[in-house]
């Protein structure tokens, strides 16, 4: 796979020409994991395991434990769903004041490109 390879952008838009915006491959990967960090079990019709349900919790008292689990989970979640995709190298979860921020540090296997990102998602308004 080269590194040239575009796919559909996330979210899903129109570019300026009316045709189904691309993204490049790494900018791609890194919109899966967005999704399946912030998609709760249960949203999606044909797939209800598929998520963290990360912001479900966005509003739960924090402690060491409650950030623990998080992380434990999403990284599950991450190697069931996209393990083929990524190696995960660090994954750090922490919430406060109602936005559960995730900094993850992995490898896109198909590129060998490096990528450090930060996640952030906030509960309902």
Do not use: K, N
């Amino acid at each position: 796979m080269s590194g040239r390879r575009t796919d559909i952008a996330f979210p899903f838009r129109v570019d300026p020409r009316g045709r189904t915006a691309r993204a490049a491959y790494d900018a791609h990967v890194r919109d899966l994991v967005e999704q399946l960090l912030f998609t709760t079990p249960g949203e999606r019709v044909m797939r209800p395991d598929f998520g963290c349900g990360l912001l479900d919790l966005v509003f739960a008292p924090g402690s060491p434990e409650l950030a623990s689990a998080l992380e434990l989970s999403a990284l599950a979640s991450i190697q069931r769903w996209l393990g083929e995709l990524i190696e995960v190298e660090e994954l750090d979860v922490a919430g406060a004041d109602g936005v559960v921020r995730v900094r993850l540090r992995y490898a896109v296997r198909a590129t060998g490109s490096r990528r450090d990102e930060v996640f952030e998602g906030s509960g309902p308004v």
